[in-house]
């Protein structure tokens, strides 16, 4: 089968582009022909619609790598030129639109957050409303990362969503969407977001091992904070662990504040994909308020707390710890952090998380035969 993925891929964030890869390398090992379509995000609609431009002297500033967070963008594009099969580049919708696709047997969209209203506002690139008849529409974990669409975007999704194929989701609270809000005849699979179809060996495997090395046990943190703010509470829970367990403090995080400087953290922005990968492999505590951040410290089987905003809003987290019954590691922003307990039985989970590896790999089997 040959198929094409649309997904996003050029934000400067480790979890987007290892999922694309992820997505890309799980069909292959299925037998498909796989390319990532290389579709331009953001572009002129979307900074029409709200989304910020780069600012000159920024685009001058992450070519000349000023900036840890600029070296970061560069190893990201190294990775994905390295690793990703694209097409011919797409600068917009209408390019996709005038493109040749009939040699294709299918298009899928996801995973990561596609469908989120916030963010793509909308775009009718990722509900694949360019893909003619006659090929096939797939949804592979896709994400909308809220408990709604906007009701004016609502007709939007209902259109192109109800002539695609095949949709699974990420999290239920958008098969919530897919089902009660749009309406549409569908019972969405939850898949495992892609990173977690690939088993630790595989990961190790497949990306080169980094020069990385540290001599004392270390509490990685992977702060992100553009869908909610975790500060101040994540640091008391760094600074809680630093303490109890005696370990070092690696940060990844683009930011370094005085309250997270006061804990002398090795400060890892600039890490290449290969350190990050061993960074989360080597952990033996981590602290995150990221999606992917969980997904490979469960891959992992590593120590963990995750922090979640304080609302059911974006489940994108909870639902894939619940999933791997990892409940205890859900930590909502103001918990007790003497009731926080990142230790769990690994063997456990790694069999919880196989099993939905297994079954998550079966539907896109049937899905793609």
């Known amino acids: 089968m040959k198929i094409g993925v649309i997904t996003i891929f050029a934000v400067p964030n480790?979890?987007?582009v290892l999922q694309a890869y992820a997505t890309q390398l799980v069909l292959q090992n299925e037998g498909c022909d796989c390319s990532i379509i290389n579709y331009k995000h953001p572009n002129e609609w979307h900074h029409a619609q709200g989304t910020p431009?780069?600012?000159l002297l920024s685009v001058i500033a992450q070519s000349l790598c000023v900036f840890k967070r600029h070296r970061v963008i560069k190893h990201l594009r190294r990775f994905r030129k390295q690793h990703l099969n694209f097409t011919r580049s797409f600068n917009?919708?209408?390019?996709?639109?005038?493109?040749?696709w009939s040699g294709y047997d299918a298009i899928a969209?996801?995973?990561?957050q596609v469908w989120n209203a916030r963010f793509q506002h909308g775009d009718s690139a990722?509900?694949?409303?360019?893909?003619?008849?006659?090929?096939?529409r797939?949804?592979?974990a896709s994400s909308f990362a809220s408990k709604e669409v906007p009701d004016a975007l609502a007709p939007k999704f209902r259109k192109y969503l109800s002539r695609f194929d095949a949709i699974s989701v990420r999290e239920k609270?958008?098969?919530?969407?897919i089902k009660n809000q749009l309406g549409l005849a569908y019972n969405p699979a939850v898949l495992l977001d892609p990173t977690l179809l690939i088993s630790r060996e595989q990961w190790l495997a497949k990306i080169p091992r980094s020069k990385f090395s540290h001599t004392r046990p270390y509490l990685l943190v992977y702060l992100l904070n553009y869908a909610f703010e975790p500060r101040p509470y994540i640091y008391d829970v760094v600074r809680h662990f630093k303490r109890e367990k005696n370990l070092d403090v690696i940060l990844i995080s683009e930011y370094v504040d005085a309250e997270i400087a006061d804990l002398s953290p090795l400060h890892r922005n600039d890490a290449s994909v290969e350190e990050f990968i061993d960074f989360f492999a080597n952990a033996a505590l981590v602290i995150t308020s990221s999606f992917h951040g969980t997904a490979f410290a469960i891959n992992f089987s590593r120590p963990l707390v995750t922090i979640v905003p304080p609302d059911s809003t974006d489940d994108r987290m909870s639902t894939l710890l619940r999933d791997v019954h990892l409940d205890q590691c859900i930590t909502s922003i103001g918990k007790p952090i003497a009731e926080i307990d990142p230790d769990y039985d690994t063997a456990a989970a790694s069999t919880r998380l196989q099993s939905l590896r297994?079954?998550?790999?079966?539907?896109?089997?049937s899905t793609l035969k």
Request: aromatic share 8%; charged share 25%.
């Open 14 to 16: 480790y979890g987007s």
């Open 92 to 100: 917009s919708l209408d390019a996709l639109l005038a493109a040749d």
């Open 109 to 112: 969209v996801g995973s990561d």
């Open 138 to 140: 797939i949804a592979i």
């Open 53 to 55: 431009r780069l600012k």
């Open 358 to 365: 297994e079954q998550s790999l079966s539907w896109l089997r």
């Open 173 to 177: 609270n958008g098969k919530e969407i």
């Open 126 to 136: 990722f509900m694949l409303s360019w893909v003619p008849d006659g090929v096939r």
